[in-house]
């Protein structure tokens, strides 16, 4: 059974183009969600995905971020008009869902994003 | 609002010395508790959790036990190794339909020979 696989691994932006990060969650995982780790800092939470639906997007800067879960293919979370202060790792986690106490996230390798 | 606090680091021992790395909470409901360790240049992994009061988590030889008295869950090994340096993280996540973690900011752990 394949992890979540994130892609690309590292990724360098000049700064004001577009940055498309991709997450595919371990299979039979409904949940997808984002963390965006800037260096020596601890991972911050952005957005939490179901198949086509936004569940809580608190945690994403109100403009230039986009996410989205579709149906069919990978979770993408999407940077517009990159800057550097958006270099830093973005993690993508994924769990079976439901209401349980006794489930975990699993996390990606993550995506290195430099903007130079 | 939820957060965690742990010890900073970073942490440098020898081999075969006891860890002990700190780490309390702050949260509006009854969470659930995990440590996650990040080897240099790879994602994070879980390394144990507790669920509830009293638990005690373990794997690998690190323990760490969930207590609502003090609002803690130390993460404790007594007997590191060289492959033990990593970060290591404290984390907590609300029961209530999904999991959004909250982590502390990291503890730095280096094993010396």
């Known amino acids: 059974n394949a992890g979540v696989m994130q892609n690309p691994r590292h990724l360098v932006r000049r700064r004001g183009q577009e940055a498309r990060l991709r997450c595919s969650p371990m299979k039979g995982h409904s949940h997808v969600y984002w963390y965006r780790q800037l260096p020596e800092e601890g991972l911050k939470f952005m957005v939490y995905?179901?198949?086509?639906?936004?569940?809580?997007e608190s945690g994403m800067p109100k403009e230039r971020f986009s996410a989205e879960f579709p149906k069919e293919g990978p979770s993408i979370l999407r940077i517009q008009q990159v800057v550097r202060g958006d270099s830093a790792a973005y993690f993508c986690?994924?769990?079976?869902?439901?209401?349980?106490?006794?489930?975990?996230?699993?996390f990606g390798p993550g995506t290195r994003l430099t903007v130079t | 609002g939820d957060s965690v606090t742990q010890m900073e680091g970073p942490v440098t021992l020898s081999e075969e010395a006891c860890l002990t790395i700190n780490c309390t909470y702050t949260a509006t409901g009854y969470p659930s508790l995990f440590w996650y360790v990040q080897y240099p240049g790879e994602g994070l992994q879980l390394l144990l959790k507790?669920?509830?009061?009293?638990d005690k988590g373990s794997n690998k030889g690190f323990e760490a036990t969930y207590r609502k008295e003090t609002t803690s869950f130390h993460l404790e090994k007594g007997s590191v190794q060289v492959s033990d340096s990593a970060v290591y993280f404290c984390a907590l996540s609300l029961s209530g339909g999904y999991q959004k973690v909250t982590f502390g900011t990291g503890t730095k752990l280096q094993v010396i020979p």
């Open positions: 507790a669920t509830k009061a009293d």
């Open positions: 986690a994924s769990s079976p869902g439901g209401r349980g106490r006794d489930y975990e996230q699993y």
């Open positions: 995905l179901q198949k086509e639906n936004i569940i809580d």
